[in-house]
């Protein structure tokens, strides 16, 4: 904290001690906005490839056959859920919207790449660098919070964001990611 500054100025907008959310900080929601924008647009741009074939992608049934390389057992439903799930929750994060869901869905995804790219060294194409950055972002998302440039912002009922929602987010997106990789994955 800034020695010129109060600790009034460090209340968030509900109200809790120590954010630096408040008025005074429209540097930290812009920022918030061009993060979401930047990872919820890539996924929902990565789900379009595996849904529709969209950007040179390799459509529902390309997909379907990687899960299926990569020992999935149920590889059209993946490909449906990965697809579906990269494009919602993308989007989701675009625009703000139930934003530490729109974050664990991410890291779910995410957490199941890295999974699978695990062997491969950390650098690309077949490492796991692009995807940790991914899940970073996503995890960092889910835990800020929106900023005020959000559609949860304006929402009656999530408007006010806690830690404890990101956290629940976060490990709600890491429970499913194991789930699929225990149940789903041979």
Request: charged share 10%; glycine share 16%.
């Amino acid at each position: 904290m800034p020695l010129s500054a109060s600790p009034s100025s460090y209340l968030s907008a509900s109200g809790g001690p120590g954010s630096p959310r408040g008025s005074s900080q429209p540097g930290i929601d812009i920022g918030l906005l061009l993060l979401r924008c930047a990872v919820g647009l890539t996924m929902a741009v990565h789900g379009g490839q595996k849904l529709f074939g969209w950007f040179n992608g390799a459509g529902l049934d390309g997909t379907a056959g990687f899960f299926a390389s990569d020992g999935y057992s149920a590889p059209k439903a993946m490909a449906t859920i990965a697809g579906l799930t990269e494009t919602l929750c993308g989007l989701g994060l675009a625009i703000g919207l139930l934003t530490p869901l729109a974050g664990a869905g991410i890291v779910g995804i995410m957490l199941n790449a890295i999974a699978m790219k695990w062997g491969n060294g950390f650098f690309n194409p077949s490492g796991i660098e692009y995807d940790l950055i991914l899940l970073t972002a996503a995890v960092s998302l889910a835990l800020a919070g929106p900023g005020r440039y959000s559609v949860d912002h304006v929402l009656p009922v999530p408007r006010t964001h806690r830690l404890s929602h990101g956290v629940a987010a976060v490990a709600l997106g890491a429970v499913s990611a194991a789930i699929v990789l225990l149940a789903l994955h041979d």
